[in-house]
């Protein structure tokens, strides 16, 4: 049990530390997708203090983002009405996912959770996020990414080996798509050599723990599946974000 602790607990530390000289909102914005991440895991282990810890830090999260000053990060003070909605919704998905951790439910967690991304993140992401961004070619790659991580997590929250192989697979298989060098240069904007040796460096991380995962789920070894997707997140996504991220 204390391997699964110190999990649990570097995944609340690696946002802080990815944080540093990043745009307002990122750092906030990771510890959400931590949260959530982290609401898949306690679910996996019946750890329902844990997800009631996380739906409170969701809650209070909401509370901070509503003291952010609008204009500094490029929003309209104007919108701070429908910016302020989707906090309110924030708050109210995560109020589901306490009451729903109390009664140890994980179904119960599960819909509270897809109601936190649907009616909060996607919501206001798709209202408020910059157009451009949303749209460049590496934005649209790491949403994949991002897509088949959540959905793996799921598969985690469910017990549902299956689901984890099948989205380790796709991760596996999308490292390989961008590890191409046109998708490095025209998405990624790498030209150097050396820049794409260290790129790629991350992304066979990625690519190991995916086989790790892929063995593991296959064998329905629970410890060993959280073990490796740890791994992920710190030696591949985290570590190349701390790096190419703009
Ligand atoms: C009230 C609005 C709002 C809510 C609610 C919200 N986000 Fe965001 N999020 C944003 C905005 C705006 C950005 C773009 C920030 C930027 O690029 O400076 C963003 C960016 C992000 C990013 C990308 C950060 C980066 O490095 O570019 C992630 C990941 C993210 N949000 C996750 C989440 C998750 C998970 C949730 C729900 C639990 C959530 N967000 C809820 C407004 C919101
Ligand atoms: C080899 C490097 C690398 C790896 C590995 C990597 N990323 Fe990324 N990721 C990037 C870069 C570079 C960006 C910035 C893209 C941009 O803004 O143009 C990014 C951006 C993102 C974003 C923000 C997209 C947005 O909407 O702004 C998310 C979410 C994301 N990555 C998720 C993940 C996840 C989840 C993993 C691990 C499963 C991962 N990434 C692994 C390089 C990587």
Redesign the pocket.
């Known amino acids: 049990m204390s391997r699964i602790f110190v999990l649990v607990a570097s995944l609340a530390l690696v946002p802080g530390l990815a944080g540093s000289e990043l745009?307002p909102?990122?750092p906030p914005?990771?510890d959400?997708?931590s949260?959530?991440n982290r609401i898949g895991e306690a679910v996996a282990l019946e750890q329902y203090d844990q997800v009631a810890q996380v739906a409170l830090e969701?809650m209070s999260r909401a509370n901070a983002?509503k003291e952010i000053d609008l204009e500094s990060?490029g929003i309209d003070p104007a919108r701070d009405a429908q910016?302020d909605a989707?906090?309110q919704a924030?708050r109210d998905a995560a109020m589901l996912v306490l009451v729903a951790a109390e009664k140890k439910d994980p179904q119960e967690v599960q819909r509270a959770t897809h109601q936190?991304?649907g009616n909060?993140?996607l919501g206001?992401?798709a209202t408020?996020?910059?157009p451009a961004?949303l749209l460049r070619p590496s934005v649209h790659v790491m949403t994949q990414f991002l897509a088949s991580w959540r959905d793996m997590n799921r598969g985690l929250a469910v017990n549902d080996f299956n689901l984890i192989e099948t989205r380790a697979r796709e991760l596996g298989t999308l490292t390989g798509v961008i590890s191409s060098d046109e998708m490095l240069e025209s998405a990624f904007g790498l030209g150097g050599s050396k820049q794409r040796r260290v790129f790629r460096g991350f992304l066979r991380e990625v690519t190991l723990s995916a086989e790790r995962i892929q063995e593991a789920a296959k064998q329905e070894k629970l410890v060993d599946v959280l073990d490796a997707s740890l791994d992920m997140w710190s030696k591949g996504c985290i570590a190349c974000h701390d790096k190419f991220?703009r």
């Open positions: 745009r909102l990122v914005m990771l959400n997708l949260s959530v969701l983002m990060v910016w989707f906090l924030q936190l991304f909060a993140c206001c992401h408020f996020r910059d961004r991220r």
